[in-house]
């Protein structure tokens, strides 16, 4: 609190300015806390090529707009080391031209369609190929092919070794989409599990819990089945 007061009359506050603030903080702290209502996100950077197609992503909004809406197969930790998303494990072969992920098999999309390895593969294939308009398509230009193993396992082919590629695969183009997404105004996405749920389920879209997206702000409708997504915003 005396920290915290010192920095704010730093700034110029009043002793009483600054008192009020802090009071009113811990106020706010001490409450219960609510679950359901909104949250507003105002970005200091958007126009007219903001989109939610994240192979297309290159602004502040887009990136946190896309990490609301959609997952990864992994997740960079606090210290930028890959972890288990909509993936559930990965591992690379012993020379590490292949890497094989194997889904979660209770992931469901916003639409309450079933995610599996067909949805991860056509994903993942925007990013490769000549004729590619990913903007970080150069981040995978070693792989070759994604393959389907079954219904739940996929396998990246590449051409060469690459031991950094679940990392490069937790950024923010590589979101997860339902396979022949087109529409990218209102996309079904998958919202953010959580590692400390002892139930792995991924909620999709109900009349409690939703996700829409507003042309400058993200606005982000939650519930009780949100808790990974909320959980991710409070860390």
């Given at each position: 609190r005396r920290e915290v007061?010192?920095?704010?009359?730093?700034?110029?506050?009043t002793v009483a300015t600054a008192g009020s603030i802090v009071t009113a903080a811990g106020k706010a702290l001490a409450q219960t806390p609510?679950?359901?209502?909104?949250?507003?996100c105002a970005m200091a950077l958007?126009?007219?090529?903001?989109?939610?197609d994240p192979q297309l992503v290159t602004s502040a909004i887009d990136y946190v707009r896309g990490r609301a809406t959609y997952n990864?197969?992994?997740?960079?930790?606090?210290?930028i080391v890959p972890q288990p998303e909509l993936a559930e494990e990965f591992s690379p072969s012993d020379n590490a031209r292949e890497w094989t992920f194997k889904l979660r098999r209770d992931v469901e999309f916003h639409d309450g369609s079933?995610?599996?390895?067909?949805?991860?593969?056509?994903t993942m294939n925007r990013?490769?190929?000549?004729?590619?308009?990913?903007?970080?398509?150069?981040?995978?230009?070693?792989?070759?092919?994604?393959?389907?193993?079954d219904d739940y396992t996929v396998r990246a082919i590449l051409n060469s070794p690459n031991a950094d590629l679940p990392a490069a695969l937790g950024t923010f183009h590589f979101?997860?989409?339902k396979r022949e997404t087109t529409d990218f105004s209102a996309p079904p996405g998958t919202p953010a599990p959580s590692r400390s749920r002892s139930s792995s389920?991924?909620?999709?879209?109900?009349?409690?819990?939703?996700?829409?997206?507003?042309?400058?702000v993200g606005q982000i409708s939650t519930s009780s089945k949100y808790s990974g997504l909320l959980t991710r915003l409070r860390g």
């Open positions: 007061m010192g920095w704010l009359m730093a700034m110029g506050a609510k679950r359901g209502g909104s949250l507003r958007h126009g007219p090529s903001d989109t939610l990864n197969l992994v997740q960079l930790d606090d210290d079933k995610l599996t390895a067909d949805d991860v593969v056509w990013h490769i190929g000549e004729n590619s308009i990913s903007k970080a398509k150069a981040l995978v230009s070693t792989v070759k092919e994604w393959k389907k193993l979101r997860i989409l389920k991924v909620c999709g879209r109900s009349t409690s819990a939703t996700t829409t997206i507003g042309e400058a």
